[in-house]
Nanobody
Framework: QVQLVESRGGLVQAGGSLRLSCAAS????????MGWYRQAPGNDRELVAT???????DYLDSVKGRFTISRDNAKNTLSLQMNSLKPEDTAVYYC????????WGQGTQVTVSS
């Protein structure tokens, strides 16, 4: 059974930082491209950052230079370092494969106050 568990979201002031974590089980993590997605109220879910099975990465234009995605294949974990946060980054953040193959986890809430 596949489980994707996101954690370490929170409330932060604009300009602050957070580091999200995703623990994956039930999949061959190292063979999958992984990504962080987010969904703000009233908006569609969007793909924010992708990391290939190696180290190749890609980012949504609005987060380039501020967010960094990384993975630890030995621990089956995915991380998202978010710096210089803006109120428009407020959303529930999810991890999944890219393209998405599995059900969504519960996500982790990120709220950026102005």
């Amino acid at each position: 059974q596949v489980q994707l568990v996101e954690s370490r979201g929170g409330l932060v002031q604009a300009g602050g930082s957070l580091r999200l974590s995703c623990a994956a089980s039930g999949i061959i993590f190292s063979r999958n491209a992984m990504g962080w997605y987010r969904q703000a109220p009233g908006n569609d879910r969007e793909l924010v950052a992708t990391i290939a099975s190696g180290t190749l990465t890609d980012y949504l234009d609005s987060v380039k230079g501020r967010f960094t995605i990384s993975r630890d294949n030995a621990k089956n974990t995915l991380s998202l370092q978010m710096n210089s946060l803006k109120p428009e980054d407020t959303a529930v953040y999810y991890c999944n494969t890219v393209p998405r193959s599995f059900s969504w986890g519960q996500g982790t809430q990120v709220t950026v106050s102005s």
